[in-house]
């Protein structure tokens, strides 16, 4: 029950007063990073900016407390906007809001089953591939905004969104485009100034006051979503039906390996930055609780946020408290400075949020696979990112981990090899020995067995085989680590074979696991326990008293 226990009660254990000082003040900066970008997250998913502040307060609270990590810090991200944008598109709010909780419960119960660790079973390339999909979909998503774009629908798969972008060119607006390029030049060179105060936040805040005081022509917030709601959320239950809940399991189950796999990236990065090891399954279990009670008051999905997470480390955050801070400064700004939110311009948020994809996208990595890694690995990658952008990040993640399963198998079974065996020197044979195992009565064949067995390798069992003046057969298998029911049919078709010839099988040095298969499935008494020799010599030795 340790693994589930939340880090903030750890933490609480020696807890000090300068501590807490310096929790808070890293909480109160990284609420002011997480401000522009929930803001900017949430439109580019589809919903009202407030929900964005929701989601950073409600489920940033849950993960902060319940999680695994010491300086977690939960919120939107850039890499649930696709996903969410769609399911919007499809479902609306309460499709939404059912995805969430789903997500949230799944989420919760692979924390409880201790799923935390098979979160790395994830290929590499399946990663690297939707993430680099995800900024391409992110940030071509805020073209609309950034070249202020009088669009009054665009569509929303990748392609079409692309044509009709391009076909409508005349109608750019080129008072949006400059105010958003200030923007972003102000992100650019904003950092080598001070990196205390976010840049996206003196962006913001720059670009807002510019359009205030000259009158320009460009969306707000304000002109687009109208009056902003600054009160604090209370739950709601959506309205549900059946066949809602069983069209958003495949994508709700699609936000809770998302969830998981950065939520528990960003904890390992933080540890490393602290020395600490977080609880996996324990951030499971509060990223689960964060999404659901996120769905309840109105949020969207949330994960861990690497950048806002480094934020809190350099800040001086070290508990879980600096988390909750982030929070109740949120909600203090949710309540008291929400109206002026409206100000801001279309065309700023954009920019950020076309920063944060193309920060996001580790094209370094991507070059490098496709130009180091095998093929079959490439195809993974390219297949993962060209369906992340075309089609969606379900489609993704579904074929990419079926494919990368299906060529796995392909190379286990690759590695499994059943072949004839002849005598070469052996460190562990005594030199009495050499000479008895050059010199085999060819009426003893014997096999050597490489690599696991399992489903996809069976059939190599078959290659075993006799000739004429064959009497007994052995099966060394000091080299195979695994062995699974099919291979195990296959022995047995094996030995129903060779008896009907009136061969006896011998099975040299079996190891423990598929010993332990074969016990169970009651093989071992099939053939007989004395058929099962610890080593080579000893099942020659055995092998020519039965001759």
């Given at each position: ?56 307060i409600i489920a940033g609270f849950f993960i902060a407390v319940f999680g695994g990590s ?461 058929n099962f020799r610890e080593n080579i010599m000893d099942a020659i030795s055995f092998a020519?008293?039965?001759?």
């Amino acid at each position: 029950m340790n693994e589930l226990k939340p880090k903030l009660f750890d933490c609480l254990k020696d807890y000090s007063g300068k501590q807490f000082v310096r929790d808070v003040i890293s909480g109160i900066i990284v609420a002011i990073i997480a401000l522009p970008l929930s803001i900017a997250l949430a439109i580019a998913s589809g919903v009202g900016p407030e929900q964005g502040l929701y989601t950073a307060i409600i489920a940033g609270f849950f993960i902060a407390v319940f999680g695994g990590s010491k300086v977690q810090i939960g919120g939107p991200t850039a890499a649930f906007v696709v996903i969410i944008y769609g399911i919007v598109a499809s479902y609306g709010t309460d499709g939404l809001i059912v995805a969430t909780i789903l997500a949230g419960i799944i989420l919760v119960i692979m924390g409880i089953c201790h799923f935390g660790t098979l979160i790395k079973y994830i290929p590499y390339t399946i990663t690297t591939g939707f993430t680099c999909g995800i900024a391409v979909t992110l940030f071509v998503g805020q073209l609309k905004d950034f070249f202020g774009y009088s669009l009054e629908n665009v569509p929303s798969d990748f392609l079409p969104k692309v044509a009709a972008l391009v076909k409508n060119v005349s109608l750019i607006n080129p008072k949006a485009v400059l105010v958003g390029l200030l923007a972003v030049i102000i992100m650019l060179v904003w950092p080598k100034i001070t990196d205390k105060i976010p840049g996206s936040l003196v962006a913001i805040i720059i670009t807002t006051l510019l359009v205030k005081i000259t009158g320009l022509e460009v969306n707000t917030i304000g002109s687009v979503f109208g009056e902003l709601n600054s009160s604090f959320p209370t739950p709601k239950l959506p309205n549900v039906t059946f066949e809602m809940v069983s069209k958003l399991i495949s994508p709700a189950f699609t936000i809770a390996i998302l969830a998981g796999i950065e939520s528990l990236l960003s904890a390992v990065v933080s540890d490393g930055m602290i020395g600490d090891t977080h609880k996996s399954n324990a951030e499971l279990v509060g990223q689960g609780l964060g999404n659901i009670f996120s769905g309840l008051f109105g949020g969207i999905p949330a994960t861990g946020a690497i950048a806002r997470t480094a934020a809190n480390v350099r800040n001086g955050g070290r508990t879980p408290i600096a988390g909750v801070v982030h929070c109740i400064t949120l909600a203090i700004i949710l309540v008291l400075l929400m109206p002026l939110a409206s100000m801001i311009p279309m065309t700023s948020l954009a920019a950020v949020l076309l920063v944060v994809a193309a920060n996001m996208a580790d094209w370094t990595s991507f070059f490098h696979l496709c130009r180091t890694a095998p093929k079959s690995d490439i195809i993974v990658l390219v297949l993962t990112f060209v369906l992340t952008v075309v089609f969606d990040l379900v489609v993704a993640i579904e074929v990419g981990v079926v494919l990368a399963a299906l060529l796995f198998m392909k190379r286990m079974s690759d590695t499994a090899e059943v072949t004839g065996w002849k005598y070469i020197e052996e460190p562990d044979v005594m030199p009495g020995e050499q000479e008895k195992l050059m010199h085999v009565n060819k009426a003893i064949r014997i096999f050597e067995v490489n690599g696991p067995l399992f489903f996809a390798a069976a059939d190599k069992l078959l290659k075993i085989n006799s000739k004429k003046y064959t009497k007994v057969i052995i099966v060394r298998m000091r080299a195979v680590p695994a062995i699974d029911a099919s291979a195990m049919r296959k022995l047995r078709e094996l030995i129903e074979r060779t008896r009907k010839k009136g061969i006896q099988v011998v099975f040299s040095h079996v190891n423990e696991q598929p010993r332990k298969v074969m016990e169970k499935d009651g093989f071992i008494d099939y053939v007989g326990a004395e058929n099962f020799r610890e080593n080579i010599m000893d099942a020659i030795s055995f092998a020519e008293s039965k001759l």
